[in-house]
Structures are given as structure tokens and as C-alpha cells.
């Protein structure tokens, strides 16, 4: 069994700053790409940011300037600090990671969500 838990979400004012982490437990042999994702109810979950076993990162235009994406391979972890926050970012934010339980095998797996709501 994989579990990817998040964590840091809240309220915070525009303008301000959120770290999320996200932590991958259970019978893991490799994780490689993670990120993050976002959904506001009635949409569609979008890309946040994700990142490569190998430290490669990809962000979001919506995002760029603002967040950063990183992990540390050793914790199976994975972080998203955000900065600048803006009331648009409000969303429920997903933790995403693709995980090998054994050789050969790969596959998607997602945490709960934890909500960021950015508003004075």
C-alpha cells in the first residue's frame, strides 16, 4: 500500500507565503516524477508544478515567479512553497507522484488534497 499525505495547507491573506509538503509512505521501490496539482470546484484539476527524480522542474505560467517546486529523494518527500499568494490560487492542492512498488512496475498515485484559501 502507497499513501501520499499533504500537509501546510490554510488561510492565508494575499500576499503571504504557504510551504506544502507532501510525504510518500507504504511499500515504495523508486518514486520518479512528482508535483503538484489544483482544483476549484466546477473545474478541472490543473497543473501546478511538477519535478523530476533528477531535480528537473516545470511550473505553471499562472505560478511562475511565484512558486517553487522541490523534493528530497532520501524523505520521499516533495514541497511546494508559494509566495505572493493572490486570491486565484485558492484551490484544493493534490500531491501527485509516479511510484514503482517493484521493478518493472509504475504507476500514478494521488493524496488527498489539502485547500489553500488566500483571502484578507
Known amino acids: 500500500q502507497v499513501q501520499l499525505v499533504e500537509s501546510g495547507g490554510g488561510l492565508v491573506q494575499p500576499g503571504g507565503s504557504l510551504r506544502l509538503s507532501c510525504a510518500a509512505s507504504g511499500r515504495i521501490f523508486s518514486i520518479n516524477g512528482m508535483g503538484w496539482y489544483r482544483q476549484v470546484p466546477g473545474k478541472e484539476r490543473e497543473l501546478v508544478a511538477t519535478?523530476?527524480?533528477?531535480?528537473?522542474?516545470t511550473l505553471a505560467d499562472s505560478v511562475k515567479g511565484r512558486f517553487i517546486i522541490s523534493r528530497d529523494n532520501e524523505k520521499n518527500m516533495v514541497y511546494l512553497q508559494m509566495n505572493s499568494l493572490k486570491p486565484e490560487d485558492t484551490a484544493v492542492y493534490y500531491c501527485?507522484?509516479?511510484?514503482?512498488?517493484?521493478?518493472?512496475?509504475?504507476?500514478?498515485?494521488w493524496g488527498k488534497g489539502t485547500l489553500v484559501t488566500v483571502s484578507s
Open positions: 519535478i523530476t527524480r533528477g531535480g528537473i522542474t
Open positions: 501527485n507522484a509516479m511510484i514503482s512498488r517493484y521493478y518493472g512496475e509504475l504507476s500514478p498515485y
